[in-house]
């Protein structure tokens, strides 16, 4: 089945030590998009590729780097993790934004702690 | 910038039951479109519905419904029949029709559902 994968579900890294997630996609999609979830709140856009173009948002943290070698992947690196960037860490995919009603595909997540 | 507001944090419904999530929405635009997304817990969040605010038929997937009032910026989401496996966060999320800020989904706050057997 077609899917965005998500490695791994589960993160633990140190307070300051570099860390990298990474998402893949079998749908051939033009977008891949790198959501941030904190505890019961609502999904954050951190980033997003359209192709090999990258946008990011306003107030995404330069803590927060992405990297999209191909199709395929796309990687998500917190550089310098702070307690503050545990959280759950989404990725999804669309074929592209030319209309609205394109769907949003998810990924299962990863959750991050920061020791 | 649009907003979304989800006011029930949480909802509980017996199976079998219909339950409604409400959500409302700010925008100053004429052409947008409308989701609910589930999350169940420790699973990929999915897309439940949606609607395009251009068309006046309220959107309609099996035991899920919506309740689209343009004028009044609503759009909630009738779940009929509800079923164990309806047990979820679910999020209604916001998409302008328009290129650029048409990239991003608004999402609000979410309402945790519970299904009681």
């Known amino acids: 089945d077609a899917m965005v994968i998500q490695n791994p579900r589960y993160q633990v890294t140190q307070f300051g030590k570099p860390v990298t997630l990474s998402c893949s996609q079998t749908?051939?999609?033009?977008?891949m998009y790198w959501y941030q979830q904190k505890s019961s709140q609502a999904p954050k856009l951190l980033f997003h590729?359209?192709?090999?173009?990258?946008?990011n948002e306003a107030d995404t943290p330069d803590n927060f780097q992405s990297r999209r070698p191909n199709t395929s992947f796309c990687f998500l690196d917190i550089r310098s993790p702070g307690l503050g960037d545990a959280a759950m860490y989404l990725c999804?995919?669309?074929?592209?934004?030319?209309?609205?009603?394109?769907?949003?595909?998810f990924g299962p997540g990863t959750r991050l702690t920061v020791l | 910038a649009q907003t979304v507001t989800q006011s029930q944090p949480e909802m509980s419904v017996q199976e079998a039951e219909t339950v409604t999530l409400s959500c409302t929405y700010d925008?100053?635009?004429?052409?947008?479109?409308l989701f609910w997304y589930k999350q169940p817990p420790s699973r990929q969040m999915i897309l439940v519905i949606r609607?395009?605010?251009?068309?006046?038929q309220n959107a309609t997937e099996n035991r899920f419904s919506v309740n689209f009032q343009k004028a009044a910026k609503s759009f909630s989401l009738k779940i009929s029949d509800s079923q164990l496996g309806d047990a979820a966060m679910y999020f209604c999320?916001?998409?302008?029709?328009?290129?650029?800020?048409?990239?991003?989904?608004?999402f609000g706050s979410g309402t945790q559902l519970t299904v009681l057997p």
């Open positions: 749908l051939n999609h033009n977008v």
């Open positions: 925008t100053s635009e004429s052409d947008y479109y």
């Open positions: 999320a916001y998409r302008s029709y328009h290129s650029g800020s048409a990239r991003q989904l608004t």
């Open positions: 609607q395009e605010a251009y068309k006046q």
């Open positions: 999804a995919t669309s074929r592209d934004y030319a209309t609205g009603m394109n769907e949003q595909f």
């Open positions: 590729y359209y192709d090999k173009d990258f946008n």
